[in-house]
T-cell receptor
Framework: KNQVEQSPQSLIILEGKNCTLQ??????????LRWYKQDTGRGPVSLTI?????NTKSNGRYTATLDADTKQSSLHITASQLSDSASYIC??????????????FGRGTQLTVWP | GAGVSQTPSNKVTEKGKYVELRCDPI?????LYWYRQSLGQGPEFLIY????????DSGLPNDRFFAVRPEGSVSTLKIQRTERGDSAVYLC?????????????????FGPGTRLTVL
């Protein structure tokens, strides 16, 4: 069972509109949560990183929120642009023992922005 | 180089063959990660190196998969007796340090991936 669930699976919006993507994770203890943007045929690029003590983090038109109590995060994109068309992946890093080396990825939300 | 590079960008092979995929991390990054991404899925962890040693190889699906990083820089992912189910994009990422308890962030920088197709 995937420990990081994202919704919606895909989303189409018009240029200039806002949208919000959701992420739920199920396993703790949790170290940090990241949102990545992945363009087709490219590797993921980090947008935001938050620890469990942070509630919100912004990066330009991208704002991520985190509720560690409910294990939910959202990524809000304002004033969307055509270049925002990509897959947005929620990634959770879990604390395991003294070191940890793996990230758990959601399946991503495929966002398409139309002119 | 400025970022993580991977070669080849595309690899087509026949079932049963042996393949090697190469990753050049960002200079100075001690941690290196391999992921596999199937179509429509998020990346799936395979193995993590801290320096020359594999700190966590629990994501390798079976003993046909093996990875090395002999000098703590370039890494090679090796797949023996390839199967059609191995077809995927293999992503490599590097970070300045491995993740440790108590650290806030440890951003991983991804390469463009190698698309492996097993016929």
């Amino acid at each position: 069972k995937n420990q990081v669930e994202q919704s919606p699976q895909s989303l189409i919006i018009l240029e200039g509109k806002n949208c919000t993507l959701q992420c739920n994770y199920t396993v703790s203890p949790f170290s940090n949560l990241r949102w990545y943007k992945q363009d087709t045929g490219r590797g993921p690029v980090s947008l935001t990183i938050m620890t469990f003590s942070e509630n919100t983090k912004s990066n330009g038109r991208y704002t991520a929120t985190l509720d560690a109590d409910t294990k939910q995060s959202s990524l809000h994109i304002t004033a969307s642009q055509l270049s925002d068309s990509a897959s947005y992946i929620c990634v959770v890093s879990f604390d395991r023992g003294s070191t940890l080396g793996r990230l758990y990825f959601g399946r991503g939300t495929q966002l398409t922005v139309w002119p | 180089g400025a970022g993580v590079s991977q070669t080849p960008s595309n690899k087509v092979t026949e079932k049963g063959k042996y393949v090697e995929l190469r990753c050049d991390p960002i200079s100075g990054h001690t941690a290196l990660y391999w992921y596999r991404q199937s179509l429509g899925q998020g990346p799936e962890f395979l193995i993590y190196f801290q320096g020359t040693g594999a700190a966590d190889d629990s994501g390798l699906p079976n003993d046909r998969f093996f990875a090395v990083r002999p000098e703590g820089s370039v890494s090679t992912l090796k797949i023996q007796r390839t199967e059609r189910g191995d077809s995927a994009v293999y992503l490599c990422a590097s970070s300045l340090e491995g993740q440790q308890r108590g650290s806030s962030y440890n951003e991983q920088f991804f390469g463009p991936g190698t698309r492996l197709t097993v016929l």
